[in-house]
């Protein structure tokens, strides 16, 4: 499976962004994650849709703000980030995982293909 990230870019604080994730098959059956790296940090856990359920979970510092979805017609999946901030700033990575269960959504670790990331760059 290929997954290709894009849609990141330079934005302003407040501004939104969406990102999208072009699969090279159908995940309907997959867990879909996004994850991002900032400068100097670990990668970190931003939001994910859970393959058994559907249900969408979010990290605390992303809430409210982020948006995870999918259009499975298209094999993509997207990030809407509203309400951007400087701290947002990082390289976005989206990420698949066939068999992922529910206690290990949020480990990096448990998924199975990666994108090549797409910087997001917030100004203050």
């Known amino acids: 499976v290929q997954l290709q990230a894009f849609g990141g870019g330079l934005v302003q604080a407040g501004d939104s962004l969406r990102l999208s994730c072009a699969a090279s098959?159908?995940?309907?059956?997959?867990?879909m994650g996004w994850f991002r790296q900032a400068p100097g940090k670990e990668r970190e856990f931003v939001a994910v849709?859970?393959?058994?359920?559907?249900?969408?979970y979010y990290a605390d510092s992303v809430k409210g703000r982020f948006t995870i979805s999918r259009d499975n017609g298209k094999n993509t999946m997207y990030l809407q980030m509203n309400s951007l901030k400087p701290e947002d700033t990082a390289v976005y990575y989206c990420?698949?995982?066939?068999?992922?269960?529910?206690?290990?959504?949020?480990?990096?670790?448990?998924?199975?293909?990666w994108g090549q990331g797409t910087l997001v760059t917030v100004s203050s």
């Open positions: 098959r159908t995940f309907r059956s997959s867990t």
């Open positions: 990420a698949v995982g066939d068999r992922i269960i529910y206690s290990e959504i949020y480990n990096s670790r448990s998924y199975d293909y």
């Open positions: 849709s859970w393959r058994s359920t559907g249900n969408s």
